[in-house]
């Protein structure tokens, strides 16, 4: 099923087919050319010949002209379509690929593979292929018609066709060893670009924007030095070839002309091997050239089939219709990398409609817990259940349709105000957005000139840091999920800002839910429910703020902290 989707259609094979028959046309004008030469020296010659001859040098150069532009347009239009349908498959790919795979590491991967790889398979279809196809016919066919005039010139030239198998084999082990590694220094280049123009705000800050961002630079050095060393590498064995090649052009003209003096050829024949043994050399050198970046295009292809190929999420294998929304972790251990446990056997319920703190050091398994509940990883033992629905035995797709999140970091689309609001819910009426807005304190809205409908910016740059705040609080409330997640959502605010999210967070929690949050500052989740300290990867301690406090453990420790920094 992968490989279909790399097949050439009907569109791209004509396109193939009127490649070679041009070139083929190429390799004709060499036939008038030779009656030309005759005419020249031979008999006396007319006017009548010379219009002849170039009225059949017309007639073919039409030919050619016509076939190249319906043959380009046509491999162009092949190839998007080819380009377009490998792009679908990723993305529907990527959408089934388990959350967890999307970390900042492997951005680059995924851009990479989405833009320049798709790009990169795209060269193969629209230019490499057909010109391969149509040099190597072209070349055995001057090769045949040389050999028919002068059949140890015919051999040589074939000799030289032939020892491009050993040539590319050669070059095919260092586009293997370079090529794979400059595709990845590529890879690990985009990300690095991404990462320099997502924080370039902070990098300025700290003066290291520019030529003094060391990462920056030191990505795009390593990308250059493995582009050269590729270039090193290929360029020796490509310039052997040339010179066997040459060589042989070289051998050729000394027979014909040895020939020409022995009386085997006439001087029209002599001529027109030489030019054609000159014309090989130079279609010679444009076939390794297209052989070698059709190697190298294929890692492109082997990039995209090893996405295409990796594990996706397992099909759901039962329905998601919980009895409530009760959360219960039984048992659950995990770990991002094998031997390195983030959480440890770890077990605990949070009630339906209570709201549950989880509180603790940081790196202690607080966001662990808030990405295997959100199905982003799934844990390495253990289970998690909903309503006594086994997440494990959900899509996550299913799981996410009844989670709110509130994060630290905001993603806002380049859209407006409404339209970031409609993604929680599509077909929600305007009159729900609006409450929804009042809900979450975002009177900012009514201080633009166009309102909910003013553009935010790319990734919400147009508003502050309170304002996305308050337009993720308000997509929570118009989501109406069930369960809803908050991570430190008045962390890196100011006083004002903060206070403003507080009172949109508190008004998300008037509403029956089951909630989730995770603190840093210990103050605002004394009236919770249920508080969860967490350390080290395990459940040290659980109960009311009252009741931890009495037991004069982690928690109260934590607390008396909090209390003297404030």
Known sequence: MTNKVFKPGKKLKWAIAGTVLEGLLAGS???????????????KITFEDIKRATFILGIIFVLRLFLYAVSYTESQIGGAIVSKNIRVKLGDKLRKIPLGAFTKQRIGYYVNAATSE???YEQILTHKLADIIKYVVLLVMVSLYV??????????????????WPTMKLSIRQVKKYGTAKNLAREENVSAITEYLTGSQTLRSYGLAGEKNKALRSSMKHFSTISYLYERSVLPIGFAFMFLAYAGAAIVIYISVLAMIRGELNVPEMITLNMISLFACKVDATLYISLVAYRNLLISKGKIVSILSENEEKEASSKYEP?????????VSFAYEEGQNVLEDVSFEIPENKITAIVGESGSGKTTIFNLLSKYYEPNKGSITIGGVELGKVSAEMVLSDISMVDQDVFLFNDTIRNNLRFASPKAKEAEIEEAIRQANCDFVGNFEEGADTFVGENGNRLSGGERQRISVARAILRKSPIVLLDEATSSLDIENE???????????????????????????????????VKGGRIVESGKHEDLLAKGGEYASMWKASIQVK
């Open 118 to 120: 798709v790009a990169d």
């Open 29 to 43: 004008n060499f036939l008038v050319l030779y009656q030309v030469l005759e005419l020249i020296f031979g008999s």
């Open 499 to 533: 206070l403003l999210v507080k009172k949109a967070v508190l008004n998300l929690l008037k509403a029956k839910r089951t909630v989730v949050m995770i603190a840093h500052t210990l103050p605002i989740i004394q009236s919770a429910d249920q508080i969860l300290v």
């Open 323 to 331: 009895r409530n929304h009760n959360i219960i972790f039984k048992n």
């Open 147 to 164: 050999a028919y005039l002068k059949p140890e010139a015919g051999i040589i030239m074939l000799i030289v066709l032939l020892l491009l």
